[in-house]
């Protein structure tokens, strides 16, 4: 079943604030919640309009004073315009703020590269203090939420626009904890996001037909970075693909390389948005397959680069 992770997110929190007094809902005139989800939520839920700025700044101070403030609003202007909030207010003071962050990745494709968030895994998870997550569907969202209650210090949440599919069945998400949604010891496929991990499941059947065995990992918390499951599951493999809808640099690519680098050196490749601003207007799923971030390209990554390092083993 499809669901929008962004409503799972949404429909998770309302009965928790009932619940849970120390709770606040902070909106950005988003529209994700109507006039009877803030009804239903009273006092605890208050729209202070588009101003990201502002908005991190009075969560910080709602926070400080011990209240636990959800805030929504878009990824790219969380990531952008309210950056400094963040990083100063929030997280310097290590403040349980939960950033919920709509229209990941390319979900806002049809407004263009203002709206689109392409930097915010690279930018949030390098913040000291800053626990980065990345759901792929809504159950994961749902699971996520209930967990942040009791989280300590700040929290940045990645979510989309539209509904995405549910992913088969897996092990129960825990934030921290990386997700080993196939076994296989030749390669592995990281990933993050909901379109990302559906491609790597889709590419390990295929590979799988090959005589290619990969886990499949879904490292769906950059920070704190669960090291330890990335390099057992990449020490008997010959090759990690790391999949994400985010520029290449700095994102999940970029955790699980230095990740490696230091723990467990091998090859990495990374399947991601070319280093370029977005110049093709159309909706999520459109992008995703215009830009080829799809199950077809990691498998042809992984097959070329297991053909070119056999055929170099044979010419030795």
């Not at 209650?149 to 897996?170: D, F, I």
Request: with cysteine; proline share 7%.
């Amino acid at each position: 079943m499809s669901r929008a992770t962004r409503e799972a997110y949404r429909d998770t929190l309302l009965p928790l604030l009932g619940r849970h007094p120390e709770l606040m809902c902070l909106d950005s005139d988003t529209g994700l919640f109507s006039a009877d989800h803030a009804g239903t939520a009273g006092e605890q839920y208050l729209n202070l309009g588009i101003a990201e700025h502002n908005l991190m700044g009075i969560a910080a101070g709602m926070a400080a004073c011990g209240r636990v403030p959800y805030v929504n609003t878009m990824a790219a202007f969380a990531t952008s315009r309210a950056l400094e909030p963040i990083k100063i207010d929030i997280a310097y003071n290590r403040l349980p703020v939960r950033i919920m962050a709509t229209h990941g990745g390319l979900a806002a494709g049809h407004l263009g590269p203002t709206h689109q968030a392409l930097e915010d895994l690279a930018v949030m998870r390098v913040l000291p203090n800053m626990t980065v997550v990345v759901p792929a569907d809504a159950a994961a969202t749902e699971a996520f939420v209930e967990q942040s209650v009791a989280l300590p210090g700040p929290l940045y949440v990645r979510l989309g626009r539209k509904p995405t599919p549910a992913l088969p069945e897996a092990p129960p998400p825990v934030i921290g904890k990386a997700q080993t949604l196939r076994q296989g010891g030749d390669v592995v496929l990281a990933c993050c996001g909901p379109y990302p991990v559906l491609a790597s499941l889709a590419a390990a059947d295929e590979l799988a037909a090959h005589g290619i065995e990969a886990t499949v990992l879904n490292l769906h918390t950059l920070r704190p970075f669960d090291t330890e499951a990335l390099v057992a599951a990449a020490r008997p493999a010959s090759l990690v693909v790391t999949v994400e809808e985010h520029w290449r640099s700095g994102g999940l690519g970029g955790a699980v390389t230095e990740a490696l680098a230091e723990e467990a050196p091998t090859r990495v490749l990374r399947v991601g948005m070319p280093d370029r601003f977005v110049d093709t207007v159309g909706n999520q799923e459109h992008l995703v397959h215009h830009y080829d971030l799809t199950a077809e390209r990691v498998v042809r990554t992984v097959r070329t680069a297991l053909d070119t390092a056999a055929l170099s083993g044979a010419a030795h």
